[in-house]
């Protein structure tokens, strides 16, 4: 039941502000594709480049998507506007809440993603985007949104937030196996960047649009990431309760 509650105050959240969600889900993604999709115009493999781009557009967007949607919203709450003291007096299982905002912020990073989908339906491109995508996005969502709630908990003010995802979101996003292929970099740094949750989605989704082989491993080393995240949100959650 306090899944549901949960999930039903972002349902609610999401049609108040339904065009702003919708407009921040669009800009960034969409001046990815113009500037290196159409404005440089290149290939990569013998394909044009934005073949290679929209995979992880894609992906980089239920990361961005997942992230934001949480993070901020719970960071207020708990900093400024002391909900969360509520949520920890109610009876709602403080196990419920965590997982209602996992599931909460991987639903929106899918919608991101669907927005992306629905822009480029036009161009043509051959890309296939079935129901493992759909699965690889939404957990890719979930592992983020696991991740901003610890990030929430950790934020010692309202500026922590966007100066974590300074640091690690935005780097993430351009290095994960999204704009460029992951061999480039030197070895080192390549392997810590290929075990990153963003680049296992990317790998995927771009063999699954293309239709090559997809190495599903990469969906056990996403579900480690968001046990993880689980794990440590929920030690946080009890933590503050026992205070």
């Not at 339904?18 to 999709?37: D, H, N, R």
């Not at 993603?113 to 979930?142: C, D, E, K, R, Y």
């Not at 995927?204 to 190495?215: L, Q, S, V, Y």
Request: proline share 5%; charged share 10%; net charge positive.
């Amino acid at each position: 039941m306090g899944i549901i509650t949960i999930l039903w105050e972002k349902w609610r959240e999401f049609l108040r502000d339904f065009s702003k969600i919708t407009l921040a889900a669009l800009i960034a993604p969409l001046m990815y594709l113009i500037v290196f999709g159409w404005g440089i115009r290149t290939t990569m493999n013998g394909q044009p480049y934005l073949y290679y781009l929209i995979p992880g557009v894609v992906s980089l967007t239920t990361m961005n998507g997942s992230f934001s949607a949480i993070a901020q919203n719970l960071n207020v709450q708990r900093l400024y506007e002391k909900a969360f003291d509520q949520v920890i007096i109610s009876p709602t299982p403080l196990w419920q809440f965590i997982v209602g905002q996992v599931l909460a912020g991987a639903l929106r990073g899918l919608y991101s993603a669907g927005i992306i989908l629905l822009l480029i339906l036009p161009i043509h491109t051959g890309l296939v985007f079935n129901w493992q995508s759909v699965v690889i996005l939404f957990l890719n969502g979930a592992v983020f949104a696991g991740l901003s709630i610890v990030v929430s908990f950790l934020a010692k003010n309202h500026a922590d937030v966007p100066r974590f995802s300074n640091y690690i979101i935005m780097p993430m996003s351009y290095l994960c196996n999204t704009f460029f292929s992951t061999s480039a970099i030197p070895h080192g740094a390549r392997e810590v960047i290929a075990a990153l949750p963003l680049s296992q989605t990317s790998s995927m989704i771009r063999a699954i649009a293309t239709g090559e082989p997809a190495d599903f491993r990469g969906i056990l080393i996403l579900l480690v990431y968001l046990l993880v995240f689980i794990v440590a949100g929920l030690y946080f959650v009890y933590k503050k309760e026992n205070l």
